[in-house]
């Protein structure tokens, strides 16, 4: 089966902010704080019918999200239990004859850090994000990768490392995008655990990988 593995990555634990805000974007099954995830995507993206059919039938497991794009799709699943998580992940690799370590390896685009953000400046943010809100003179935080994927455990990761507002994570299309909002200190340190554990991920060689942008 010619299906391209373009992100796989588990999320042990999904941390409140995080699935509070899965749930305002899912049309699915809305997770649940606590619970544990995969966030799977592969190319074509018609294909990830595949990839649902295979976890749903073996394991009990709910989607959360299955976004068909013309170029990619993107499942995301989550179960109370991790074992019924790493089952559908064991599944799906194993159907389609493939390994994780065949995903692309995350490639971080841009990172930005914005301190004392003007007011009109966290405005025009807010209207565009689905999650908390950012304030006038706090720090924004923009993190860009690449497979958008990615972007979901990098705000977990961020969120259970530090005292942060999560605004906006854009988990599928071409590039994912996390925004964060909060005081300077706490936006750093959960700015360097989301690229930390991006640069823990392993796979296949990323186009383009290296260049990263502030």
């Known amino acids: 089966m010619a299906i391209e593995l373009r992100c ?9 902010q995080t699935a509070a805000f899965l749930a305002t974007v899912s049309r699915g099954y809305m997770p649940l704080t606590g619970q ?24 009990s497991c709910t989607p959360g999200m299955q976004i068909v794009e013309r170029q990619f799709g993107c499942l995301q699943l989550q179960h109370t239990d991790q074992g019924q998580i790493r089952a559908a992940g064991d599944a799906i690799l194993s159907a ?3 390994t994780a370590q065949e995903r692309l390896k995350p490639r971080i685009v841009s990172s930005q850090t914005i301190t004392g953000i003007h007011g009109y400046h966290a405005q025009i943010t807010n209207r565009m994000r689905h999650g908390n809100v950012i304030e006038d ?7 860009e990768c690449h497979p958008a994927g990615y972007a979901l455990i990098a705000a977990n990761e961020a969120e259970k490392a530090a005292d942060i ?6 988990s599928f299309g071409a590039f994912g995008r996390l925004y964060l909002g909060g005081s ?4 750093a340190q959960a700015a360097k655990a989301a690229i930390a554990v991006l640069e823990s991920l ?8 290296g260049a990263v942008f502030y």
């Open 8 to 16: 796989f990555t588990y999320l042990d634990i999904l941390q409140p």
């Open 36 to 59: 544990a995830g995969l966030l799977v995507e592969v190319a074509p993206g018609m294909d990830v019918n595949v990839v649902t059919d295979i976890a749903l039938k073996q394991t």
């Open 96 to 98: 389609l004859d493939i």
């Open 137 to 143: 003179g706090q720090t924004l935080y923009i993190l």
């Open 165 to 170: 507002e999560i605004l906006e994570i854009v």
């Open 184 to 187: 300077e200190e706490e936006v």
């Open 202 to 209: 392993d796979g296949r060689a990323n186009p383009g990988a």
